[in-house]
């Protein structure tokens, strides 16, 4: 304190606590159709095995909000994993993987989808997807963050993602939008009961006025699917309503993926 006092006396702004915070984008965990949106579990452990050599820290997207918000501190060198879509294999493979290294990550559910598997008793890691009360077993672990991907907006039509119809007013437009995100929002909390404030926007599609009305509904974080690294800054919350990451496509290799997105 009384150093940053000096410094402001003589003239020299304070140094900024900063980090530089890489996010990636996982979908589904699973030992078949490996590709685009799919890795394997061996390719998953790689990558963990990569970060935890180089010293980085998986952290919450709530950790990146307390952080950017001043109320608490980072690892030197934090990441973000988050899991879109919600699929089942994220607590077939993923959770136990996330125990066995100590890490966090961040799992993006579709409400339609978790409503879907009600009542089902077969559960696959090839095309099954979290049940509610899956989501709550994860999130009760404490290793799982639970974020909303929109109730039944993952669709490329009659609107992609959680853009605006042509034909829609901007008030019909935020009044469907609400409804939506409020609809697995509510879902989220009678499972895990907590009332999340990250979204993730489905396909990284979006309108002109989409992260002012997120913003009304008190979510703190925006997930998008724009690579890039983000820089984020103790006490200021500029980037959490675009956070960029980078899409884990399955048959890259782990070093070749982590050194073209230069997390070395």
Same mark, same amino acid.
């Given at each position: 304190?009384?150093?940053?006092?000096?410094?402001?006396?003589?003239?020299?702004?304070?140094?900024?606590?900063?980090?530089?915070?890489?996010?990636?984008?996982?979908?589904?965990?699973?030992?078949?159709?490996?590709?685009?949106?799919?890795?394997?579990?061996?390719?998953?452990?790689?990558?963990?095995?990569?970060? $935890?050599?180089?010293?980085? /820290?998986? #952290?919450?997207?709530?950790?990146?909000? *307390? %952080?950017? &918000?001043?109320? @608490?501190? !980072?690892?030197?060198?934090?990441?973000?994993?988050?899991?879109?879509?919600?699929?089942?294999?994220?607590?077939?493979?993923?959770?136990?993987?996330?125990?066995?290294?100590?890490?966090?990550?961040?799992?993006?559910?579709?409400?339609?989808?978790?409503?879907?598997?009600?009542?089902?008793?077969?559960?696959?890691?090839?095309?099954?997807?979290?049940?509610?009360?899956?989501?709550?077993?994860?999130?009760?672990?404490?290793?799982?963050?639970?974020?909303?991907?929109?109730?039944?907006?993952? $669709?490329?039509?009659?609107? /992609?993602? #959680?853009?605006?119809?042509?034909?829609? *007013? %901007?008030? &019909?437009?935020? @009044?469907? !939008?609400?409804?939506?995100?409020?609809?697995?929002?509510?879902?989220?909390?009678?499972?895990?009961?907590?009332?999340?404030?990250?979204?993730?926007?489905?396909?990284?599609?979006?309108?002109?006025?989409?992260?002012?009305?997120?913003?009304?509904?008190?979510?703190?974080?925006?997930?998008?699917?724009?690579?890039?690294?983000?820089?984020?800054?103790?006490?200021?919350?500029?980037?959490?309503?675009?956070?960029?990451?980078?899409?884990?496509?399955?048959?890259?290799?782990?070093?070749?993926?982590?050194?073209?997105?230069?997390?070395?």
């Amino acid at each position: 304190m009384v150093l940053m006092l000096w410094l402001s006396l003589s003239g020299f702004a304070p140094v900024q606590d900063s980090r530089r915070v890489p996010v990636i984008m996982y979908h589904s965990v699973c030992r078949t159709n490996v590709g685009e949106y799919v890795i394997s579990p061996d390719t998953l452990i790689s990558d963990l095995e990569y970060l $935890r050599k180089r010293g980085y /820290k998986t #952290v919450f997207m709530r950790d990146i909000i *307390s %952080y950017c &918000e001043g109320k @608490t501190e !980072l690892p030197e060198k934090p990441v973000v994993l988050t899991f879109d879509d919600g699929f089942y294999n994220n607590l077939f493979y993923v959770d136990k993987i996330a125990e066995k290294y100590g890490v966090k990550y961040t799992v993006s559910v579709v409400g339609s989808y978790v409503r879907a598997e009600a009542g089902q008793t077969k559960r696959s890691p090839v095309y099954s997807y979290l049940s509610s009360a899956e989501i709550g077993k994860l999130s009760a672990g404490g290793r799982a963050e639970i974020a909303n991907h929109t109730y039944d907006m993952h $669709r490329s039509s009659p609107r /992609k993602g #959680v853009r605006r119809k042509k034909s829609e *007013s %901007y008030d &019909e437009y935020r @009044t469907a !939008l609400i409804y939506d995100s409020e609809k697995c929002r509510t879902l989220i909390y009678e499972a895990c009961g907590f009332k999340t404030n990250v979204f993730t926007y489905p396909f990284g599609c979006y309108s002109t006025g989409t992260k002012d009305i997120l913003h009304e509904l008190g979510y703190r974080a925006i997930l998008t699917c724009k690579g890039g690294i983000n820089v984020f800054t103790k006490g200021k919350t500029d980037g959490l309503d675009c956070v960029m990451r980078y899409n884990r496509h399955g048959k890259s290799d782990t070093k070749e993926f982590f050194e073209k997105i230069k997390v070395l």
